[in-house]
């Protein structure tokens, strides 16, 4: 049986005329006749009554109209889902990401994209940078935002985001008042960091901004996740040098105050490995892009 043989058998249950099937089918009658044929014998029943004077279905032809339709539109949604997949319409994307994305971009991004892709779905990871990376070239993750730049040649990026440090006070230090905050002042005070495991590139960049500004940082406190590092201030127990999405947090009893001087920006990059491209990826990529613009 072929999906021809389908095809035939509808329309002239449909007409019951050979003329106007035939017709209908842009074909002439003796090749519709031999299609007739060849499915009655590959289903091994009469479809139907045919004579001089009229063309009718029998009881197994009528049996049969529901599911020769049901099996030709299941044979146009498997054509379609492949078509959909190929052009990244559907699919399931593993999407890591450093918990400040929650508030620089990424919801907008997820909304974005969910909006354009509806049949596409995506699973997040909340994973630090170095586990990302891991991920990633194990191919757990399809993309992932990372704040590093020690990026795994295997590895693509795009930069998503750039952003300034600013401090994080408690709401009743000496300093949260001031517009803007001088890196020497911070001299002596505990502080709360990302810890070096979890994102060296951070850590370092903040140990050296402190030593130029003329002191070594009292690291207290190594944590893991940013909005740990904002709680940890928000209770009294330190200050820290936090990326100004943060501000976003809007923790209770802490304040966010530029710095005097200016620093290396905190960079956000997206990543995915190059031979893992596919159609529902690129997809993905065009909205992080789209956002980025923006």
């Not at 043989?5 to 089918?25: D, P, Q, S, W």
């Not at 044979?75 to 918990?99: P, S, T, Y």
């Not at 991920?135 to 399809?142: I, N």
């Not at 005070?189 to 002191?215: K, N």
Request: net charge positive; charged share 20%; hydrophobic share 45%.
């Amino acid at each position: 049986m072929e999906f021809r043989h389908l095809r035939y058998f509808l329309a002239l249950a449909e007409e019951l005329h050979f003329g106007r099937a035939a017709k209908r089918l842009s074909i002439s009658q003796p090749p519709l006749s031999l299609n007739i044929q060849q499915l009655e014998s590959s289903v091994g029943a009469q479809l139907f009554v045919r004579n001089s004077r009229e063309v009718r279905l029998t009881a197994a032809g009528q049996a049969f109209v529901p599911k020769a339709r049901a099996l030709l539109d299941q044979a146009v949604e498997a054509a379609q889902h492949v078509r959909d997949v190929q052009q990244g319409l559907v699919g399931h994307l593993h999407i890591g990401f450093v918990g400040a994305m929650l508030y620089r971009g990424l919801p907008q991004m997820l909304r974005q994209f969910e909006a354009d892709h509806p049949s596409l779905q995506v699973s997040l990871h909340e994973l630090n940078s170095q586990d990302q990376l891991i991920a990633l070239t194990q191919d757990r993750l399809d993309l992932g935002f990372v704040h590093t730049t020690r990026v795994p040649p295997q590895l693509s990026r795009i930069l998503v985001a750039s952003q300034p440090f600013v401090c994080c006070l408690p709401v009743s230090h000496r300093l949260a008042k001031k517009r803007r905050v001088a890196l020497a002042d911070l001299q002596g005070e505990p502080f709360a960091m990302v810890s070096r495991a979890v994102s060296p590139d951070y850590h370092e960049r903040l140990i050296s901004l402190c030593t130029g500004a003329g002191f070594h940082p009292d690291i207290r406190y190594e944590l893991r996740h940013w909005l740990s590092v904002v709680s940890l201030v928000s209770q009294g127990l330190g200050v820290a040098l936090v990326p100004e999405a943060l501000q976003q947090s809007r923790l209770p009893d802490t304040v966010f105050v530029p710095l005097a001087s200016d620093s290396t920006p905190y960079e956000t990059y997206c990543l995915w490995k190059k031979a893992r491209d596919h159609a529902a990826m690129a997809a993905f990529l065009d909205t992080v892009r789209s956002a980025r613009q923006e």
